[in-house]
């Protein structure tokens, strides 16, 4: 059986950005994880390690948004190698980073970027 586990709306602040100002100023970002597992039986005698631990989805995506990147490309292929790395139960990932009032010459709410990946079985 498959289940999706979210961590919806992590909002953290953090320093990314192309431009030298966003180094020290920072801004507000959220952050959105949908992590896909094949659930173990044990799942049902209410066992955590049978299924993908959100708060281990948000402990990685904080960790890898302190790091500092010009783009957020990098940031969430961070979250996402991680992810992979760090859960082994976990099968499919989407990861998006949105970055709040960004300075940009627009009325424009967020940027944001979205990835999605399935484990590479070999």
């Known amino acids: 059986m498959k289940a999706t586990v979210k961590v919806e709306n992590l909002k953290i602040f953090a320093n990314h950005g192309c431009m030298a100002e966003e180094s020290i100023i920072g801004s507000d970002y959220v952050v959105n994880i949908s992590a896909v597992c094949?659930?173990?039986k044990t799942v049902f005698d209410d066992e955590i390690s049978a299924t993908v631990n959100y708060v281990?989805?948000?402990s990685i995506a904080k960790?890898?948004?302190s790091v500092r990147s010009k783009l957020l490309e990098i940031v969430v292929k961070r979250i996402i190698t991680s992810c992979f790395k760090e859960?082994?139960?976990l099968e499919?990932?989407?990861v998006c980073v949105s970055k709040?009032?960004?300075p940009i010459n627009a009325d424009v709410e967020s940027v944001?970027?979205?990835i999605s990946e399935k484990r590479n079985k070999q």
Request: a negative charge; aromatic letters at 4%.
């Open 87 to 89: 859960i082994p139960l």
């Open 92 to 94: 499919e990932i989407s």
């Open 112 to 114: 944001s970027v979205f």
């Open 38 to 40: 094949t659930l173990s």
């Open 63 to 65: 960790r890898e948004m």
């Open 56 to 58: 281990d989805l948000a």
């Open 100 to 102: 709040l009032n960004p």
